[in-house]
């Protein structure tokens, strides 16, 4: 580590105490960025990083709300606008009860790069609540909602910060907060991404980060000549990213051998096919069902639970040829990575936001396998939220088809510029290297241009 990055880690750690996911995020893309820094003296004059690193602005408020039972429930919101150098912000709603400021702002930043990578005019942010919406009511889901629009109304709109979903918030969830922002505003407008198709949504937004993560992958795939066909993958999660990650490897003719959720996962050596995969979108978009009910179903499945004792996850020790991290931030440690190395898996992209521990990175890169982390990777989610943006915009709606080839396209100049960028400034094939400094290129020079803001 450089002593620049040293003094940087000590700063933002003094600075952001108990908060261990941004100081991981960070430091990552500071080491990254030390290379570039090196060649361009003006960045560090005009401490871009620095300013990256701090917030353009963070709301934090109080959503109260009455449950269906009469009872009065309060909750933490948070909208953290990290960064508008390129574009209004835009970026993701969590609604878990593990968020934190901490959580939200590692996420934020990670948000600035990856909408940078894409192409499309458009800053990050990142928002949420510690809410959990697991096993309430669609009632109580709508009250929370709109108690948490009451707030959010006043600090977003379609040229200011433009929320999507993200763990805990998808299809259903938008409608309520949308309904709710139409209602205080009196305007139609596309103040949200992933909205229903026939009130301004885009055809292929509910797939398109499992979709973009599986393009991504056949990307690196192609520089080795190979493809997805015949190949082992291990994926995590059971949410919106795991679903339509694994139907992408299915289209394109690999085997995926597990999946997950918050209380363990699940090993089909006979591979979950498009029949077993239809099983897990009804039993976890309708009935909000657990992933252990799927080995209760199919016989030639294991399910562990998770165990607090284990020092890694069941779900990554498995021999393999490819994985996708598709639920949470860390859910790959030092051991998890060493398991992946040793089963002979060799090709890791990252569905999920930050899933993979810093020890974890780092043995992936010096083993020197295909690793796209998630600020590439999962960055078709976004993009094609940038593309339901132009869409609301034109007031026009885009074939299916039309709308999966920018897709494709986006995915691929992504995997351009990250292999680019890696051969100019550090180890080609370091996709790592070339994710953090091609996102950070095109924001520096924007902020070099808007002056000191
Ligand atoms: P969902 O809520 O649809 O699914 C999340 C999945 O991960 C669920 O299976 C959930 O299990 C599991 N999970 C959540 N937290 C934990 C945990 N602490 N430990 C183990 N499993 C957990 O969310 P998404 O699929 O949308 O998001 C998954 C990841 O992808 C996140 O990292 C998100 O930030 C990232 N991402 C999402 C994008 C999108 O477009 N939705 C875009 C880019 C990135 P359970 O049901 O038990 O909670």
Same mark, same amino acid.
């Given at each position: 580590m450089s002593q620049y990055v040293k003094d940087l880690m000590a700063e933002?750690?003094? #600075?952001?105490?108990? *908060?261990?996911?941004?100081?991981?995020?960070? $430091?990552?893309?500071? +080491?990254?960025?030390?290379?570039?820094? &090196? /060649?361009?003296?003006?960045?560090?004059?005009? =401490?871009?990083?620095e300013r990256m690193i701090e917030p353009e602005r963070v709301i934090m408020f109080r959503v109260a709300w009455v449950d269906d039972q009469g009872e009065v429930q309060i909750n933490r919101g948070y909208r953290i606008q990290m960064n508008s150098a390129i574009g209004p912000y835009k970026g993701g709603l969590r609604f878990h009860p593990s968020v934190t400021l901490g959580i939200l702002k590692f996420?934020?930043? +990670?948000?600035v790069f990856k909408n940078s990578l894409t192409t499309l005019p458009m800053g990050g942010s990142k928002g949420g609540?510690?809410?959990?919406? #697991?096993?309430?009511?669609?009632?109580?889901?709508?009250?929370? @909602? *709109?108690?948490?629009?009451? +707030?959010?109304? /006043?600090?977003?709109g379609p040229d200011t910060d433009v929320p999507a979903g993200d763990i805990g918030v998808g299809g259903r969830e938008i409608g309520y907060l949308f309904g709710q922002y139409k209602r205080l505003r009196n305007e139609f407008t596309g103040v949200l991404t992933g909205k229903g198709l026939n009130w301004g949504g885009s055809l292929v937004r509910p797939e398109a980060t499992g979709y973009g993560c599986v393009y991504f992958a056949s990307e690196m795939l192609s520089t080795r000549g190979q493809t997805l &066909?015949?190949?082992? @993958?291990?994926?995590?999660g059971s949410g919106n990213v795991a679903q339509y990650t694994v139907e992408k490897i299915l289209e394109l003719g690999? #085997?995926?051998?597990?999946?997950?959720?918050?209380?363990?996962c699940i090993y089909d050596e006979a591979g979950i096919d498009k029949e077993k995969l239809a099983y897990i979108m009804e039993l976890k978009n309708v009935r909000r069902g657990r992933i252990e009910d799927y080995a209760g179903k199919y016989k030639s499945a294991v399910y562990k639970p998770v165990d607090p004792k284990l020092e890694f996850n069941p779900l990554w020790d498995h021999k393999a040829d490819c994985a996708f991290p598709c639920a949470t931030q860390n859910e790959i440690n030092e051991k998890d990575a060493a398991n992946l190395l040793k089963n002979g898996v060799y090709c890791v992209t990252e569905g999920a936001n930050m899933p993979t521990t810093l020890d974890g990175v780092r043995q992936f890169i010096d083993a020197r396998i295909l690793y796209g982390p998630g600020k590439a990777a999962n960055a078709g989610g976004v993009a094609v939220s940038?593309? $339901?943006?132009? *869409?609301?915009?034109?007031?026009?709606?885009?074939? =299916?088809? &039309?709308?999966?080839? =920018?897709? =494709?396209?986006i995915m691929k100049s992504i995997h351009k510029t990250c292999v680019e960028v890696s051969e100019r400034f550090s180890t080609p094939g370091n996709y790592v290297n070339g994710a953090n400094i091609g996102g950070f290129l095109k924001v520096a020079d924007a902020m070099m241009d808007q002056g000191v803001v």
């Open positions: 933002v750690k003094a #600075k952001n105490p108990a *908060q261990p996911e941004f100081h991981q995020a960070v $430091e990552e893309v500071a +080491e990254s960025l030390s290379l570039v820094l &090196e /060649r361009h003296p003006e960045y560090r004059t005009a =401490r871009i990083l996420l934020a930043f +990670e948000q609540s510690d809410f959990d919406p #697991k096993g309430k009511s669609d009632l109580k889901i709508m009250r929370f @909602c *709109q108690a948490f629009m009451s +707030e959010l109304f /006043r600090h977003v &066909e015949g190949k082992k @993958c291990l994926v995590s690999g #085997k995926v051998l597990t999946l997950s959720d918050s209380n363990g940038g593309l $339901e943006m132009s *869409q609301n915009s034109l007031r026009l709606s885009w074939t =299916r088809d &039309e709308v999966d080839a =920018r897709l =494709r396209m």
